[in-house]
């Protein structure tokens, strides 16, 4: 038995992966014995491997809730501040920085620590043991264009990990870890373009995967090409949200004066990670100042009635669900009970697309230099396989999959794949 685990610290969903006793090595080169990889999952909530990456600081109880009792407890009305898209966070100035829980200023780097030593937490009970070892998962780029950023928020997320108990962290590309995992299934050599859709990301990886090459302790040959954009579910929630939503609120109306009401309240509302600016003393005072100057009033005073009610985290949960919905529907109701008035809105799937489109022609721009990049033509790809929970849009789908037209489209675990990649480099890596 190993103490060496893979994290997935996802910005929407976390899990943990462990090769275990009676569970199966393979993809490791050792010996297959018992049940399939996916089983290296351990449950760490309700029974399930996802943890969705929330912190809830409930006030009226004076505990701190995490995952889908955070969200229960958030939306149950409960007093206290919900915090979630921690991992956006890294990399940039926001990480340095502080928000107010309960009169108190919790650092940011104490706030992720918090969560990551949940993760730890749960996971050990789970395996009955301790973690001293674990690898964890990175986008190909935390930020975009930026490598002094880039290598910042990794030294953090180490620097985070090793805070709560890991001795020896060790990082690995998520689609290469998904990559692992899909290796661990196949039983002939396959070209593979491996597309990890997540929450905060998009990336790509060009490896050449089959059992033969499986337990190799390096493996850097068969990785032709990662290539990656910082764009993921979060940010098709947002346009989601400005496209449909924002507008019964006031964005992009005007002041009697001509001038558009500053957009910066509609993107932080619509943007995960930034919904709690909303709240300060500073941005509530000039939204009451520009309420007065409003040619559609009664749009600022929906705004300032979601304010008040700390309604953000609620109206993201709706397009979100919307954005889910639209994947498999041409359009969906959204009942937003908790506006003033209430409202019922109608979204179709051709308004998601186009809010998105922008989006998709950076995803496709990536995918076609990482295929530059590897000097490979796209008929050469057996595979594509698709991971991350934002890979279901459909969409987005089809447009990957017309990049490669003759590769075989394969769907992984769109929730633990790299989890339990990550669990088989673990084993390789720390043994």
Request: aromatic share 8%; proline share 4%.
């Amino acid at each position: 038995m190993t103490n060496a685990c893979g994290v997935d610290f996802g910005t929407s969903n976390s899990t943990v992966g462990w090769i275990g006793p009676g569970r199966n090595p393979a993809g490791t080169g050792l010996p297959a014995a018992g049940p399939s990889v996916a089983s290296s999952l351990l449950a760490l909530e309700d029974g399930k491997p996802t943890l969705p990456s929330v912190v809830f600081f409930n006030a009226d109880d004076e505990e701190v809730r995490y995952g889908r009792a955070a969200l229960a407890d958030y939306l149950a009305g409960y007093e206290g501040r919900l915090m979630r898209s921690l991992k956006s966070l890294l990399g940039t100035s926001l990480m340095d920085g502080q928000t107010e829980v309960a009169g108190r200023a919790l650092p940011f780097r104490l706030l992720l620590a918090q969560f990551i030593g949940e993760v730890k937490r749960r996971a050990e009970v789970q395996a009955g043991r301790g973690f001293e070892h674990a690898v964890f998962g990175r986008p190909v780029f935390f930020i975009d264009d930026n490598r002094q950023a880039d290598k910042l928020a990794e030294d953090t997320l180490a620097e985070v990990a090793r805070s709560v108990g890991f001795r020896e962290v060790a990082f690995q590309y998520e689609p290469i870890a998904a990559a692992f995992d899909y290796e661990s299934q196949i039983d002939r050599e396959e070209l593979v373009l491996i597309a990890d859709i997540g929450g905060g990301t998009s990336d790509f990886s060009l490896v050449r995967l089959g059992p033969g090459r499986a337990g190799k302790p390096d493996r850097r040959d068969d990785i032709l090409a990662t290539g990656g954009v910082h764009i993921g579910g979060t940010d098709f929630d947002k346009y989601l949200s400005l496209a449909s939503v924002m507008p019964l609120l006031g964005y992009r109306s005007t002041l009697r004066s001509g001038a558009e009401i500053p957009s910066s309240y509609y993107f932080n509302l619509a943007t995960w990670h930034t919904i709690n600016q909303a709240y300060t003393r500073k941005s509530i005072g000039q939204l009451d100042e520009l309420a007065r100057d409003a040619r559609e009033p009664g749009k600022l005073a929906r705004l300032k009635h979601l304010i008040d009610e700390r309604a953000g985290h609620w109206l993201a949960m709706q397009v979100e669900g919307a954005k889910i919905g639209l994947s498999s529907n041409e359009a969906v109701t959204l009942e937003l009970d908790r506006l003033a008035p209430p409202e019922s809105l109608l979204i179709e799937r051709a308004t998601f697309e186009e809010a998105i489109g922008q989006l998709l022609g950076s995803i496709d721009a990536t995918v076609l230099r990482l295929l530059a990049d590897a000097g490979v033509a796209a008929e050469a790809v057996d595979t594509v396989f698709f991971t991350g929970g934002s890979s279901g849009v459909g969409l987005l789908r089809a447009r990957v999959g017309a990049l490669v037209p003759g590769a075989r489209k394969v769907e992984g675990d769109l929730f633990g794949s790299i989890g339990a990649g990550l669990a088989l480099d673990a084993l390789r890596k720390f043994g």
